[in-house]
């Protein structure tokens, strides 16, 4: 059964820091790929952060330096620990997984999701 389950969002100031979480079912968490995306307000959804079955891990621009993604193997939980928030930081947050490629274009995101996280960031 296929199954993420998000928690963590909140509401912050500029420069605060939270940690988002995701709990997978073990037949998710079996995935090859796992990552963090978001959706801000009006806007399509991009990818923030992923890690492979290797602890392989890509950011995007935008975040390197101030976030981290991370796995805890013991407890099938994928972990998002975002520093230094910026209000561009806002937005409704993802976690996803696939056994293939993971990605959102042109409207389209592969994988499976969970039911998200909202992250606010007030400057």
């Known amino acids: 059964q296929v199954q993420l389950v998000e928690s963590g969002g909140g509401s912050v100031q500029a420069g605060g820091s939270l940690r988002l979480s995701c709990v997978a079912s073990?037949?998710?968490?079996?995935?090859?790929?796992m990552g963090w995306f978001r959706q801000p307000p009006g806007k399509e959804r991009e990818g923030v952060a992923t890690?492979?079955?290797?602890?392989?891990?890509t950011y995007a621009d935008s975040v390197k330096g101030r976030f981290t993604i991370s796995k805890d193997h013991a407890n099938d939980t994928l972990y998002l620990q975002m520093n230094n928030l910026q209000p561009e930081d806002t937005a409704m947050y993802y976690c996803?997984?696939?056994?293939?490629?993971?990605?959102?274009?042109?409207?389209?995101?592969?994988?499976?999701w969970g039911q998200g996280t909202q992250v606010t960031v007030s400057s």
């Open positions: 996803a997984a696939s056994p293939i490629r993971l990605y959102c274009r042109n409207g389209y995101c592969s994988g499976y």
């Open positions: 073990k037949y998710t968490y079996s995935f090859i790929y």
């Open positions: 890690i492979d079955s290797d602890d392989v891990t």
